[in-house]
T-cell receptor, first 114, second 114 residues
Framework: ETGVTQTPRHLVMGMTNKKSLKCEQHLGHNAMYWYKQSAKKPLELMFV???????ENNSVPSRFSPECPNSSHLFLHLHTLQPEDSALYLC?????????????FGPGTRLLVL | AQSVAQPEDQVNVAEGNPLTVKCTYS??????LFWYVQYPNRGLQFLLK??????LVKGSYGFEAEFNKSQTSFHLKKPSALVSDSALYFC????????????FGRGTSLIVHP
């Protein structure tokens, strides 16, 4: 449970605010992920970092900006969000290899955009 | 391309009865298959995975899953359901030698009635 931590756990922001979500993994993994989980929608992969390099960006709007300063930390910077961006944002990590690696998830940040 | 389908949005079962949560997959090569569980207000938690070997995989909390190559399925099972098993269950797939990034199903809500 404490292998991947996320802060804050809950966030309420206005559409003109700027905020950041933080994720930290204590598992020695080299890959980190941001997912968006909205009610009644599939889990959406947003960004993937492997050895601090961004390897995936699934057509995410520019109002979401990821940052990975090292292999243990991942940030998601938020600015001028829309109400439809309200969701649970999940961070995950894994050890990239030949496939078959388990992902370890944080508890998520519940975001509400007013 | 890899994909996974969970045909049931919700499964209802009485406590003490066996449960099955269905998953089918599609990959070009050999599949690596996973089940994750998500309790309310929590991140996803790894239950079990199939990489190779015995088709019957045993995991956490008494869950097991059977890999069936001919039916391209990986159904999750438990002989006797508990009320505490009520949660959201996700099936995921990666492809051996392919991308290490998993594709998740839409999730199945399991409700165990007392």
């Amino acid at each position: 449970e404490t292998g991947v931590t996320q802060t804050p756990r809950h966030l309420v922001m206005g559409m003109t605010n700027k905020k950041s979500l933080k994720c930290e993994q204590h598992l020695g993994h080299n890959a980190m992920y941001w997912y968006k989980q909205s009610a009644k929608k599939p889990l959406e992969l947003m960004f993937v970092y492997n050895f601090k390099e961004q390897t995936e960006n699934n057509s995410v709007p520019s109002r979401f900006s990821p940052e990975c300063p090292n292999s243990s930390h991942l940030f998601l910077h938020l600015h001028t969000l829309q109400p439809e961006d309200s969701a649970l944002y999940l961070c995950a990590s894994s050890q990239e290899g030949q496939g078959g690696e388990t992902q370890y998830f944080g508890p998520g940040t519940r975001l509400l955009v007013l | 391309a890899q994909s996974v389908a969970q045909p049931e949005d919700q499964v209802n079962v009485a406590e003490g009865n066996p449960l099955t949560v269905k998953c089918t997959y599609s990959v070009s090569g050999n599949p690596y298959l996973f089940w994750y569980v998500q309790y309310p207000n929590r991140g996803l938690q790894f239950l079990l995975k199939y990489i190779t070997g015995d088709n019957l995989v045993k995991g956490s909390y008494g869950f097991e899953a059977e890999f069936n190559k001919s039916q391209t399925s990986f159904h999750l099972k438990k002989p006797s359901a508990l009320v505490s098993d009520s949660a959201l269950y996700f099936c995921a797939v990666t492809e051996g030698g392919g991308s290490y990034i998993p594709t998740f199903g839409r999730g199945t809500s399991l409700i165990v009635h007392p």
